[in-house]
């Protein structure tokens, strides 16, 4: 009898996503130390570069955490120089969450070189095989998000 832990055998592109989830980790890991911030402030850290200000719900809601974690999280972040919180410029109610010059200059110099890395690799394949990569990663970014696969139609699999 197959013991039930097993994987299933997977097409060679899945092993090569969970390879490539797997390092995204590890360099995530690397840098946190590197920037003497745990994994949880790395990830805002890298979200509020990659997206810009963010309020601090939306910003939990990204992390995956509580709001009462966000406040710690934010509260350790601003104590380190690497977060301020200031009054949105369209909403002077609200309040975002931006990083700081330091830490923007801290990250760049931390994730930098891996981006320039894997960007000559895109620009390696020609055009065709850049859409159909980008494509791929696109669809597989949508799954790890929570969305459908693509080309999934839940309206569609309910009339069979």
Request: charged share 30%.
């Amino acid at each position: 009898m197959a013991d039930d832990r097993e994987m299933p055998e997977l097409a060679q592109p899945t092993v090569a996503v969970r390879s490539l989830v797997n390092a995204a980790r590890e360099l995530s890991a690397r840098k946190s130390r590197e920037l003497g911030v745990n994994g949880t402030d790395m990830a805002a850290l890298s979200l509020l570069e990659q997206h810009g200000p963010m309020g601090p719900a939306e910003l939990a809601d990204s992390l995956g955490i509580r709001a009462a974690s966000v406040t710690v999280l934010l509260d350790r972040l601003e104590r380190a120089g690497h977060v301020e919180r200031v009054r949105s410029s369209n909403d002077r109610r609200r309040i975002v969450v931006t990083t700081t010059e330091s830490a923007h200059q801290a990250t760049m110099r931390a994730l930098l070189p891996t981006i320039q890395a894997i960007d000559a690799i895109s620009r390696g394949l020609d055009e065709r095989d850049q859409r159909v990569v980008r494509d791929f990663l696109g669809a597989v970014t949508g799954v790890l998000r929570g969305l459908p696969p693509a080309g999934d139609d839940p309206q569609h699999d309910q009339d069979e």
